[in-house]
C-alpha cells in the first residue's frame, strides 16, 4: 500500500467494502454466487407473496432458493420464477411446484417430485406450479360458511335467552334434584334387590336341577313303555280280541234262535210253566210244612207211639 497514493487507497477500501455487502447480502437471502446450482423455471397464475431468496423445498429438505422473479406487465397471467436448485437432485419427469405459506407468514416453494421412471427434467426446463392455501386457505374457505350459520346461531342464543329467563326453569332444576336424589334410593334399592337375588340364585339353580334330572327320568321312562309297546304283538292281541267277538256273537245269535239247551230253555213256554207251577207246589209244601211239622217227621225218646 505504501506504492498508493491517499485516494487509491481510499478506492480499493470502498471497493473491498461493497463486495463484502454484496456478497453478505446474498448469503444471508441464501444465493451463492460460486454454486454450481441448476437453473429451472417455475410457471405461476400467482405467486402469492413469493419473493427472491425463498426456499426451494422437497420432501422437507431445502434444495435451493428462488433466485429471481419475472412478471411480465405487457402479458397478465404468467409469472415465471427463476429457481437455483441443486445439481445432485435430479428432478424426474411430471414434478410440479407448490407455493406454501405458514401462519408467521414465510413463503416457500415445495417441489412434487413425480414418479422416478427413468426420465428427468433438464437444466433450464420449465416447470408447472400453483398455490397451495394450506390451512389459511382452509380457514377462508369456510369464512363463507360461518357467515351463513351466524344468523342461526343468533336465533339459537336467543332461543336460550328466552328459556333461561323463563320462571319455570329453577323449579325445574329443583324438581330435577329431587328426582336425581329418588332415582339414587332407587338404585341402592335395585343393588340390594339384585344382591338378595345373586344369593338365591344358586338354590334356584339346584332346584332346577333336580327338576331337570326328574324330567330326565320321566323322559326316560317314557321311552321304556314306548320301548315296551313297540315289542308287544298288537297285531296278534288285536286278532285275539276280534275271534272272542266273534264267538259271543255266535253264542249270542245261537240263544236268539233258540239252538242249544240254554236257548231250548230260553224259548220253551211249556218248561217255563212247568217249572213255574213246581215252585208253586214247593213254595205251598214248605208253608204246609212249618204249620204241621208233625205230619213229616216223628221223633220220640220212648219209642213210637200208635196215632
Sequence with gaps: ?????????????????????FFGLNFLKGVSLFSSDHTYYIKFDNISG?????PIMADGYKVGVVKSINFDFNKRGEIVAV???????????????????DLLGNVQVNLVLGDDTGEFVQPMDTLNGGVNA?????????IPLVEKMLPK???????????LQDPALPNTLHHAEQVTYDLTNTTKEINTLMAGLNKEVPGLIGKADG???????????TVTVTDNLSKLDLESSLN??????????????????GNGSLGLLMRDR????????TMAHADSLLINFKKHPKRYVHFSLFGKKDK
Excluded: C, W
Aim: hydrophobic share 45%.
Design 240 to 257: 285275539e280280541l276280534s275271534q272272542t267277538l266273534n264267538n259271543l256273537k255266535t253264542f249270542t245269535n245261537e240263544l236268539n234262535e
Design 83 to 101: 429457481v437455483g436448485i441443486n445439481q445432485k437432485l435430479r428432478v424426474p419427469v411430471g414434478t410440479t411446484a407448490e407455493i406454501s405459506s
Design 1 to 21: 500500500m505504501k506504492g498508493f497514493t491517499k485516494e487509491i487507497r481510499i478506492a480499493l477500501v470502498a471497493i473491498i467494502g461493497l463486495a463484502i455487502l
Design 134 to 142: 394450506g390451512a389459511l386457505g382452509k380457514v377462508k374457505e369456510m
Design 270 to 277: 211249556a218248561f217255563y210253566d212247568n217249572l213255574n207251577n
Design 211 to 221: 327338576v331337570l334330572d326328574q324330567a330326565s327320568q320321566a323322559m326316560g321312562n
Design 50 to 54: 413469493l419473493s427472491s431468496s425463498s
Design 153 to 163: 346461531v343468533d336465533s339459537i342464543l336467543a332461543s336460550v335467552n328466552y328459556i
